[in-house]
């Protein structure tokens, strides 16, 4: 069976990711990282996720990109701000996050021999993150190439980007025709403490607006 990496954050696009990669018949190994989020409610999601799919193997490892910060996500005084359309690169963007999540799962691909990873991001409704742009993931399969083993030795990897061109809406009505549970992913950015959704970030924006549009029940727990 053809193996692959499947980068699973516990939120909507990632989980509709790795129930694509179960449909197409992968041995699928669940890659999670904790860069010091807000919140760890996603990562106990991606667990329920991984366990839920009958994933090979499922690691979560920690990054501490908060060492860093430079983002409303891993610095605790940079505020969420409201979700607005296309309002330019929001202080949610966490510096160099797809570039490094990319690495690791390739690391990950290449000690399992696995030629495929899979990574949810879109380019259509999305928070106009540049490592969402399908400029960088066609870059970063070149860089995979050049920079492994596997691939100096003819093989090839791939990097799986099956959302890329799907609405929000287009994406949950691919979940629902494959199964997927919404009710057991989270998206939000800033959870209460009861693990309510805030309703206003970008990603619960995103995510009402693709229910809405896809005429499919929100079965989110909003504060």
Known sequence: MKKAVILVSGGLD???CLAIAKSQDFEC?????????RHKAELEAAKAIATHYSVKEHKIITLPMGEFGGSALTDHSIEVPRY?????????YVPARNVIF???ALAWAEVLNAQDIFIGISSVDYSQYPDCRPEFIE???KLANLATK?????QSFKIN???????????ILEGIRLGVDYGKTVSCYQLSADHKACGYCDSCGLRKKGFLEA?????TNYV
């Open 14 to 16: 990632s989980t509709t």
């Open 29 to 37: 190994y669940a890659l999670s990282i904790n860069y010091d989020q």
């Open 84 to 92: 607005k359309e296309k309002e330019g690169i929001p202080v949610t």
């Open 102 to 104: 990319l690495s690791f």
């Open 139 to 141: 870059t970063f399969e």
């Open 150 to 154: 596997i691939g100096v030795e003819g």
């Open 161 to 171: 980007t099956p959302l890329s061109n799907l609405s929000k809406a287009a994406t």
């Open 215 to 219: 005429g499919i029940p929100d079965p």
